[in-house]
């Protein structure tokens, strides 16, 4: 579970303020023109089991990307062909409400997997938790719901971070890339670090950039030491390594 109870708190560093904002506004032109923005009521055409049971295991892989689940998750809640708006929600729910799993945190994994990130279980459980709602005939709460699959996968990031500092005797940590604007992302990362004695390295949100921008700054670098540029007609590699460099 976090470390405290979540509350809301308009004045606080939240991802992407401008995204949010441009994302309520959508969400009040819905209402405005009459709109459900939250169709909840769509048809279902697979679950997350149906799914995985229809491709092999070894090929989805193990483990997630926190990325990738946070659409998964928006999808489940709301039968959108996005899961972004579901954010909207975030500050008006409780971190706290729902216990939704933290993937390999158990005993039993504290040894073999005691750095790893896995939130494929996390997936099913959001699954789970609507269906079990709509079974119930119960309205489905989902500013909880955002806010407490944000908390289950910030406390196993920053949990096994600060501990992955701790076992190796670090003692600065750099948090960097787009999850790093994310609000409740960087007060559970500050709050955890300096319990440990760690201090952190993280840019205000509007410097936490995507790999694009990143993958752009390190060619900046390669470049201003003196290595040729490549040319405007060198066609997109998405596997390209950064150690190759193509002139």
């Not at 709109?35 to 997630?64: K, N």
């Not at 005691?114 to 709602?133: I, N």
């Not at 119960?138 to 909880?144: G, H, L, N, P």
Request: net charge negative; hydrophobic share 40%.
């Amino acid at each position: 579970m976090s470390d405290s109870p979540r509350t809301p708190d308009e004045n606080a560093v939240d991802d992407l303020p401008e995204q949010l904002r441009i994302r309520r506004e959508k969400r009040q032109q819905l209402i405005d023109a009459g709109i459900e923005p939250y169709p909840v009521d769509l048809g279902i055409t697979h679950t997350i089991t149906q799914v995985r049971d229809a491709y092999d295991a070894e090929a989805l892989g193990p483990d997630h990307h926190s990325g990738d689940v946070v659409t998964v998750a928006g999808r489940v809640i709301f039968r959108r062909g996005t899961g972004k708006l579901v954010f909207v929600s975030l500050r008006e729910g409780d971190g706290t409400a729902i216990a939704f799993p933290r993937g390999l945190t158990a005993a039993k994994d504290a040894e073999r997997y005691r750095y790893d990130f896995s939130f494929s279980g996390l997936k099913s459980a959001v699954s789970r938790h609507v269906q079990h709602e709509q079974r119930m005939g119960r309205q489905i709460d989902v500013a909880d719901v955002a806010a407490s699959f944000q908390d289950a996968v910030v406390d196993v990031l920053t949990r096994k971070t600060v501990q992955a500092c701790r076992d190796h005797d670090v003692d600065t940590l750099v948090v960097g890339g787009g999850v790093a604007a994310n609000g409740r992302l960087r007060e559970m990362v500050l709050a955890r670090a300096e319990a440990a004695g760690i201090e952190v390295r993280i840019p205000r949100p509007g410097l936490c950039t995507d790999n694009g921008a990143m993958v752009a700054a390190l060619g900046a670098e390669v470049v201003a030491r003196g290595v040729a540029p490549s040319s405007l007609d060198l066609p997109v590699d998405s596997s390209l390594p950064v150690t190759r460099i193509v002139a």
